[in-house]
T-cell receptor, first 113, second 109 residues
């Protein structure tokens, strides 16, 4: 069966520090991969999605970047965090093609102080 | 205009009640639809897909109206454990998943 791992679960970082969140998927090949952010009391905002290694699409201009160095690995990064980067970050995957749903990792709760 | 819109609630209902949520989508090219459930401080989890002919899973019934571009979720005989935020989702193409902001449900003893 397929599983998705995301870590760390919680993170407190000072303003201006770098960020690296990692997500890996097991049990499938060529997944579509997504990074979402959910601010407190708000909906899910799509940040990035990827259809293959090295292929990243950005949905919103921001202080963040994403990379996909391997087929089942998706990394969210920032060189310098802002207070507004605080939120609940969720990685998700869906099978390539088709009208299928997405499956989420357990999320990382980031607080920038 | 948002791709998917839903009433944020909150909906506070007694145990055993029937409650319905509606959601509208703006793009007629949307191909598939889902309802997710999100518990407080947890990741969203798929509750059910929404099929054109409507579908039922136990106490939950989902319906799709393409002409009016809305989907609905009906929960019968509400349980305390149904308390959560319900997210409406549309999918367009292989990569584009759009989430509503969620409807918060609290089932009261």
């Amino acid at each position: 069966s397929q599983t998705i791992h995301q870590w760390p679960a919680t993170l407190v970082q000072p303003v201006g520090s770098p960020l690296s969140l990692e997500c890996t998927v097991e049990g499938t090949s060529n997944p579509n991969l997504y990074w979402y952010r959910q601010a407190a009391g708000r909906g899910l905002q799509l940040l990035f999605y990827s259809v293959g290694i090295g292929q990243i699409s950005s949905e919103v201009p921001q202080n963040l970047s994403a990379s996909r160095p391997q087929d089942r690995q998706f990394i969210l990064s920032s060189k310098k965090l802002l207070l507004s980067d605080s939120g609940f970050y969720l990685c998700a995957w869906s099978p390539r093609g088709g009208d299928t749903e997405a499956f989420f990792g357990q999320g990382t709760r980031l607080t920038v102080v | 205009r948002k791709e998917v819109e839903q009433d944020p609630g909150p909906f506070n209902v007694p145990e055993g009640a029937t409650v319905a949520f509606n959601c509208t989508y703006s793009n007629s090219a949307s191909q598939s639809f889902f309802w997710y459930r999100q518990d407080c401080r947890k990741e969203p989890k798929l509750l059910m897909s929404v099929y054109s002919s409507g579908n039922e899973d136990g106490r939950f019934t989902a319906q799709l109206n393409r002409a009016s571009q809305y989907i609905s979720l009906l929960i019968r005989d509400s349980k305390l454990s149904d308390s959560a935020t319900y997210l409406c989702v549309s999918k367009r193409g292989a990569n584009n998943l759009f989430f509503g902001t969620g409807t918060r449900l609290t089932v009261i003893p």
